[in-house]
């Protein structure tokens, strides 16, 4: 299995991303959150990967950190969460973010997430609570509690390296972040980006 890419980024949309590793090209899977934090495309670039095999595909799910791995695997595990509803879930908050909501039982904050309904979240409680503490992490500090948001930069960067001049792109996140407001999180927030750009 595939533990590991490191190559150069040749090309990523807001949740996948193909990397180039010695003239064979991965397609990789990645949270939003992730995607707006590679670097830009033609530079070298290294992500842990998760193979999931199914009968007709073989998926890659790439991670820039252990921990966003580790948490991949803890929501995979939960009963009728797969892979694609895990990487949606991460692309909605922060990690620090969501062990924090998970280990506080914050319900109705998952369910803000685009994707994730109620009996989702109450799952995902119910089974990770205890476990996502195993991760490490403040996740009781005044510090974690206070939602930090991806800031305005991030928000930037990704709509630059979907090929969006940084002067269109400033607007837009400036816009985006007044609308949906600035302690959501990064999905929406570029999700409404986008919205800004298309009307454009």
């Known amino acids: 299995m595939i533990a590991g890419l490191k190559g ?4 990523k949309g807001p949740l996948e991303a193909i990397i180039d590793v010695q003239g064979v090209a991965y ?11 590679l670097p830009p495309i033609g530079q070298p ?21 252990k921990t966003d791995e ?22 909605g908050l922060d990690t620090p973010e969501l062990i924090a909501a998970l280990s506080r039982g914050e319900v109705a ?21 205890d476990k996502v503490r195993l991760l490490g992490g403040e996740v009781g500090s005044p510090a974690a509690s206070k939602p930090a948001g991806p800031g305005q930069n991030d928000l930037v ?33 570029f999700r409404e980006a986008l919205k800004v750009l298309r009307s454009a």
Do not use: C, W
């Open 8 to 11: 150069v980024l040749v090309e």
């Open 27 to 37: 397609r990789v899977a990645v949270s939003t959150v992730a995607s707006a934090r």
């Open 45 to 65: 670039v290294s992500v842990r990967v998760r193979t999931v095999v199914r009968e007709d595909a073989l998926d890659l799910y790439g991670f820039l950190s």
């Open 70 to 91: 580790d948490l991949f695997l803890l929501l995979t595990s939960v009963s009728q969460v797969g892979p694609k509803m895990a990487l949606t879930v991460l692309s």
């Open 109 to 129: 904050r998952l369910t803000k997430i685009h994707g994730v309904g109620k009996k989702t979240a109450e799952r995902l409680v119910l089974e990770l609570k």
């Open 157 to 189: 960067s990704a709509l630059v390296n979907l090929g969006y001049r940084p002067a269109q792109a400033e607007a837009a996140a400036a816009t985006a972040i007044e609308r949906a407001g600035a302690d959501v999180a990064f999905e929406a927030q």
